[in-house]
């Protein structure tokens, strides 16, 4: 069974600190990473994929992808108020036909 | 990024009726749609996959002749709740890929409630 793991949260971060989201993946074929961010009553929304080891960097957020450890995380720096949502951690594997499969999700609360 | 809509937004039906929700990839061909439900608090819940032209797959669990998908053309789908009862009342989304490998878009969900 292919999986996704995410800490539930909430994860409680003070504003203008850095908040730290971390997803493990069981299959080591994966190939592509997502980050998703969920409002509460809305759908999710695209923050960042990955597909590269290291580093990749948009704004405040920087996604992080360790193949050898299958471990994706997302930086949000200079967190806001408005960054308190759930993430979404999405996982492809490499085949044409796989699906993405989603954690199920760390609840971030940014405190004021 | 691509965008996906949904129509409608907000549904309200007595028990015994069914509803239909439309799932719309406004600027892109979407080979692949899928559709999710969420109960409050829960997680997202992938139901069936949805390729243009042929019969969407059905996660297990799923009933195919309650949830009913019809996926004719690149940028619609559709998904038909038959003779909903209130334990469907629940948030449904639908996402769209243009391709294998592509990155999925998440339309903006239909909360249904049936009475």
């Known amino acids: 069974q292919k999986e996704v793991e995410q800490n539930s949260g909430p994860l409680s971060v003070p504003e203008g600190a850095i908040a730290s989201l971390n997803c493990t993946y069981s299959d080591r074929g994966s190939q592509s990473f997502f980050w998703y961010r969920q409002y509460s009553g809305k759908s999710p929304e695209l923050i960042m994929f990955?597909?590269?080891?290291g580093d990749k960097e948009d704004g405040r957020f920087t996604a992080q992808l360790n193949k050898a450890s299958q471990y994706v995380s997302l930086l949000i720096r200079d967190s806001q108020p408005s960054d308190s949502a759930t993430y979404l951690c999405?996982?492809?594997?490499?085949?044409?036909?796989?699906?993405?499969?989603f954690g199920k999700g760390t609840r971030l609360h940014i405190l004021p | 990024g691509a965008v996906v809509s949904q129509h409608p937004s907000r549904v309200i039906c007595k028990s015994g009726t069914s509803v239909k929700i439309e799932c719309r990839s406004l600027?892109?061909?979407?080979?692949?749609m899928f559709w999710y439900r969420q109960f409050p608090k829960k997680s997202l819940m992938l139901m069936a996959t949805s390729n243009e032209g042929s019969k969407a797959t059905y996660e297990q669990g799923v009933e195919k002749d309650k949830f009913l998908i019809n996926h004719a053309s690149l940028t619609l789908s559709t998904l038909t709740v038959t003779s909903a009862h209130p334990e469907d009342s629940s948030f449904y989304i639908c996402?769209?890929?243009?391709?294998?490998?592509?990155?999925?878009?998440f339309g903006p969900g239909t909360r249904l409630l049936v009475l």
């Open positions: 999405a996982v492809r594997e490499g085949n044409r036909d796989d699906k993405i499969i």
């Open positions: 600027d892109f061909q979407a080979t692949t």
């Open positions: 990955i597909y590269s080891n």
């Open positions: 996402s769209a890929e243009q391709g294998p490998k592509e990155t999925q878009y």
